[in-house]
């Protein structure tokens, strides 16, 4: 038995025989004859002085030898595969991968895209609207829109704008709910999506830092904070719009912020990506044009009192 390491290509074969537990399946995804893959195999067998698979009818098991080696294999050439996309993106220089949320996707990004568009032509823009947490490296992500506390260790991460939440609703409605305490009586929009604040952000913190005792929970609950915004703009009733989502529609009079108080969380929106990528071209003209956006809207902010969620008297 060697000590030096076998060939890459023996142990990329064990690699794939060890994930699809097949010599034909993992045959076919490395483009081989099964021969060629069980060649790769045995050679690899020898190498070590022990067998990695056992033999079956119709099927293969791992050894113990075999059990040892798959997860080091498998994490060594997602490192492989990692590295090699990042190194090729250093000379990509016209496409930019970009992951949000999907109710940030449909709120923020997706109405404004045709400004970045129009003014970076040399730029092919693909999006993934996800929750799922992604690796700026191994899922090959060139930026990340995320929302949340962080830490974002080992990025660079960017915080894009303080997040506060205030009653919104349609013209319309403002005029039937003219304060606060009439909300008593309107039908409420629950964005439970951001249940996970602590601490909370909700109706009844809201409701408190006006100064009223109300804690309702009765209305219409929505997983994803994009469905709660539409019902508010169909005119189903009042949702506690969180800045991002609804600042536009404000902005431009589709939706109103009628009462003047939001309050704050210490979440954020962060534009995130790998250290030392933020200044590749596609890269920083994007950060650059997002902070533009939000500049634009900048003055909804100025007609707010905001109130920090730490301040909110307790119930």
Not at 48 to 68: I, K
Not at 115 to 128: D, G, K, Q, T
Request: with cysteine.
């Amino acid at each position: 038995m060697s000590a030096a390491l076998p060939p890459l290509t023996a142990l990329r074969a064990f690699d794939a025989a060890a994930r699809h537990m097949s010599f034909a399946k993992a045959a076919d995804e490395l483009h081989v004859t099964p021969a060629a893959l069980s060649f790769q195999i045995k050679s690899l067998e020898e190498h070590l002085g022990q067998p990695l698979f056992r033999r079956l009818n119709r099927a293969v098991e791992l050894t113990e030898a075999g059990r040892a080696l798959a997860p080091g294999t498998a994490e060594g050439f997602r490192a492989l595969n990692a590295a090699w996309a990042a190194a090729r993106r250093l000379h990509d220089t016209t496409t930019l991968t970009v992951t949000a949320g999907p109710a940030f996707t449909a709120k923020w990004m997706a109405p404004r895209l045709y400004e970045f568009a129009r003014a970076h032509p040399e730029v092919e823009l693909r999006f993934s609207a996800s929750l799922r947490i992604m690796d700026v490296d191994r899922d090959d992500i060139d930026v990340a829109i995320r929302f949340g506390y962080g830490p974002d260790s080992g990025l660079y991460s960017l915080p894009l704008a303080n997040e506060w939440l205030t009653p919104v609703m349609t013209p319309e409605l403002a005029e039937r709910y003219p304060t606060p305490d009439s909300l008593r009586a309107a039908p409420l929009i629950f964005d439970d999506s951001i249940a996970f604040l602590d601490p909370p952000c909700d109706w009844p913190v809201w409701f408190r830092a006006v100064g009223i005792d109300h804690s309702p929970t009765q209305g219409a609950h929505f997983s994803q904070a994009d469905h709660a915004v539409d019902a508010a703009m169909a005119g189903a009733g009042v949702v506690l719009g969180r800045r991002a989502l609804v600042i536009k529609d404000i902005h431009e009079g589709r939706l109103v912020a009628p009462y003047g108080v939001a309050i704050s969380t210490r979440a954020q929106f962060r534009f995130i990506c790998a250290q030392g990528s933020e200044n590749r071209p596609q890269i920083r003209a994007f950060r650059d044009w997002i902070l533009a956006e939000i500049a634009k809207t900048a003055s909804v902010t100025e007609g707010l009192t905001i109130i920090p969620v730490e301040e909110v008297p307790a119930p």
